[in-house]
């Protein structure tokens, strides 16, 4: 029996000399076994004469069944319902969410392995929007923008007065379908904190930028309902999603500028890489304990940088 490291080697070797052939005369890949065990591989049809009798080996063609992938990372559909989108406005969607895409890839580091889905549905007004989730969801969703369907890979959103507002929530739905399909366990802080920046995530001369979300700025400026920065950390996603219920999405708001304050310096982007990839590979450990693991001056060191970073007072652009 052939053990299957040496079965990948030989794989490698031949899909190596055909890269090494592509541009030369030849394409056709021979191999051949020498007196010791050992397969070879060359561009010649011509048998090998081994040993002291010159005993002529003949050489084996080397079929390569090698045909152009057909996957791709983007999968986008877009479903106006009742409303008229500009072409203009279809063009900034795809790339907006091809945006969303590179950041992860790029930035995160994710290794899109899959295609992630993101059907868009677009409906006319706020009342048409509500009828869609009473329908999909059985519920009302009060005070909701935009909602991503995990079992469908779906988003919906409605069409607002403020209609680049509402091609901003199409980004952060999206963040949120690639979160679902990649790490899954990623906490609340996380996931919402990452899609509420990436509305404001933009490619300029080629390189990724992110402005401030200056709602979520707003927001904070009052700090009457700030919750500790350990406690946000420790908590589970459910009780995230509870407490930014009742507090009609403050800690939203606190999540996005918690995540644009660590994104905005490397050292601590660094920290989000890390533990992004742990939820990737699978972990549910609370984030609290991946502080103590990955972040520089462990949570004492983050909250006296986060409490200094609160009070600048700059609008700021990150530039990845």
């Not at 592509?22 to 076994?33: A, K, L």
């Not at 992938?69 to 900034?92: G, H, K, P, Y």
């Not at 609340?188 to 490619?203: R, V």
């Not at 999603?241 to 304050?261: D, T």
Request: charged share 30%; proline share 2%.
């Amino acid at each position: 029996m052939v053990h299957n490291k040496y079965i990948a080697c030989i794989q490698c070797a031949a899909l190596c000399l055909l890269v090494t052939l592509s541009g030369g005369v030849s394409s056709e890949i021979y191999r051949w076994v020498d007196d010791k065990g050992q397969v070879h591989f060359d561009d010649s049809a011509r048998p090998v004469l081994q040993g002291k009798a010159k005993k002529r080996t003949k050489k084996e063609k080397v079929i390569l069944n090698i045909s152009p992938s057909s996957w791709q990372r983007f999968d986008i559909t877009i479903r106006a319902r009742d409303v008229q989108l500009t072409e203009q406005e279809t063009l900034r969607i795809k790339r907006d969410v091809n945006n969303v895409y590179h950041f992860y890839d790029d930035v995160m580091f994710f290794d899109f392995y899959k295609t992630v889905p993101v059907s868009i549905t677009l409906l006319a007004d706020e009342q048409a929007y509500q009828r869609y989730l009473k329908k999909e969801l059985g519920a009302n969703v009060s005070n909701s923008r935009g909602v991503f369907f995990p079992k469908t890979n779906e988003i919906a959103v409605y069409m607002r007065m403020d209609r680049n507002a509402t091609l901003e929530t199409i980004k952060h739905e999206t963040s949120h379908a690639i979160i679902a399909s990649i790490a899954p366990n990623t906490p609340g802080w996380l996931n919402e904190g990452l899609a509420e920046q990436m509305e404001k995530i933009e490619k300029k001369d080629g390189h990724l930028i992110m402005y401030r979300h200056e709602e979520n700025k707003e927001r904070l400026s009052r700090r009457a309902n700030m919750l500790p920065l350990r406690e946000i950390l420790d908590l589970k996603s459910r009780q995230w999603r509870k407490k930014n219920v009742s507090g009609n999405a403050y800690l939203q708001a606190h999540s996005g500028e918690l995540l644009y304050f660590l994104l905005s310096a490397s050292p601590r982007k660094s920290f989000v890489v890390r533990i992004l990839q742990e939820y990737k590979r699978g972990s549910r450990m609370r984030s609290l304990y991946l502080v103590r693991d990955n972040y520089i001056g462990d949570i004492g060191g983050m909250e006296t940088s986060w409490e200094f970073w609160l009070r600048q007072k700059e609008k700021g652009v990150v530039i990845f």
